[in-house]
Every structure is written in C-alpha cells, then in structure tokens.
C-alpha cells in the first residue's frame, strides 16, 4: 500500500501540485489521466523520490525507491552503453542476477546495440524490459503506450495484467483512454494540479462520454468547421 497525504509540490513559486491524497494498493491497477500539465508526470516523479515536495508519502517499505519501476515518457539512456549493459546496470542495482538476457529479450531488441541509437519506442520497450527484469512491487507507468508499435502495445497491455495477479501496484498515465478502461481498477482525473475525481470500472464508460462532450463543446466547436 502507497498511501499520499497532502502532497504538494512548487517549481519555484509555481505551484504543481496542490494538497493530494491517494492510497495505491497491491493488486491494483490505476490510470492516471488530465490534461497536459495537470501534474501526473510531477505526481510521479514525487513517488518515486526524484523530486522534492511537501506532505507524506508512506509505504510498507523503508525506502519505496527500491521496490519501484518508473517508466518515463522519455527514458534517459547513458550514451556508449548497449541495450544489453543498461538492463544489467538496473538489474546489478536490485542484486539480481540475469544469466541469458537475449531469453528475457520480450521485444527482440537488438541489445548488442547502443540504446542511445535506439528508437523512441525501442527506448521505452528497453527501460520497461529492465524495470520488469528487476521484479520491482510497484510500477509507475508514464505513457507507456505511446510512440511503441500496435504489436508491443498489446504485449504491453498483458504484462500489465499480469503484474495485477502477480499481486503488483501499477499505475498508468496515458492519454489513451482505450488503453486504460481494459486495464485499470481505478481512474483518477487530474487537473491543475488536483485530483478531482475517482472513477471506478463501472462508471469508465460514463467518463469517457463526457470527456467526449466536454472536449467537443469547448475545444473543437471554436474550430467553427463547417
Ligand atoms: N522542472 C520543472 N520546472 C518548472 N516547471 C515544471 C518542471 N516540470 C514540470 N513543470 C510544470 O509543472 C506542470 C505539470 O507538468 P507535468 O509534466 O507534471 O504535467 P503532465 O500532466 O505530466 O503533462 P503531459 O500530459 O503533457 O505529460 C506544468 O505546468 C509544467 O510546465
């Protein structure tokens, strides 16, 4: 169990976050969705010790950071390295040891390769494949979605229930709202920082169509298309 109480977070006096509580379970799958710049990679970045910010954030574990996963949207590569030493690196780092890693290789990466000469998707299926290869509990997902193939999106989409029976808190953000309904438990709408809605599986529909109507009315409408 995750649990936020009254967390807030400034950039300079800019505020980015403003008082939220949540409680992540084990188990669960939560979508996290708003606008660009509501906050969700900042919420993030907070949970997974990369940021400071005020309130607390509390865990079963001593230092969370070591039981958890964070995909970025953009995943940070070091330049010279090959796909191959970047999963040892982060493998190295929770002691666990991979014999044969072309047979843990998920999405036939080439990994005798350097990740920096990677694709935008290749990156992202690299940084999961290492963060799934470290057995973390806890998985926080930013857009893992986008910019990878409609092929690895799918085995994507799997690992992510799998994760769920293997008794592991995920949390997604996506701007896919597709891709969240047929994972997630729970979906929390952010806004300007704030959460302002939980919606659980039997209301996902409902959210959907008022996104929809809401988006229409006051964005596409002042297009005047005719
Ligand atoms: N390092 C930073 N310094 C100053 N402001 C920042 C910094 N990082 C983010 N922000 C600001 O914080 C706000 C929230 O950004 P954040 O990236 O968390 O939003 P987001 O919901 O993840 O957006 P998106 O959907 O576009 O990824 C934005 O106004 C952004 O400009």
Excluded: W
């Amino acid at each position: 169990m995750i649990k936020i109480d009254k967390l807030s977070k400034f950039y300079g006096k800019k505020q980015v976050l403003n008082s939220i509580d949540l409680e992540f379970g084990k188990g669960k799958i939560y979508g996290i969705v708003g606008e660009n710049g509501a906050g969700k990679t900042t919420l993030f970045r907070c949970i997974s010790g990369l940021e400071n910010y005020k309130g607390t954030i509390s865990s079963e574990y001593t230092k969370l950071k070591d039981h958890l996963g964070l995909l970025l949207t953009e995943p940070f590569l070091f330049p010279k390295i090959t796909g191959e030493e970047y999963i040892q690196l982060l493998t190295n780092a929770r002691q666990k040891k991979l014999v044969n890693i072309e047979d843990r290789n998920i999405f036939d990466l080439p990994l005798k390769k350097y990740a920096s000469t990677y694709s935008t998707g290749m990156k992202k299926k690299l940084a999961l494949t290492a963060i799934l290869l470290q057995e973390n509990n806890v998985f926080i997902l930013d857009e893992p979605f986008n910019g990878v193939d409609i092929q690895s999106n799918l085995v994507i989409t799997e690992i992510i229930k799998r994760l769920k029976k293997l008794e592991k808190t995920v949390i997604i953000s996506s701007h896919i709202f597709s891709t969240l309904a047929e994972t997630c438990d729970e979906i929390y709408l952010m806004k300007n920082g704030e959460i302002i809605r939980k919606v659980t599986q039997i209301d996902f529909d409902n959210l959907e169509n008022e996104m929809k109507e809401f988006t229409i009315r006051n964005q596409i409408d002042k297009l005047d298309l005719k």
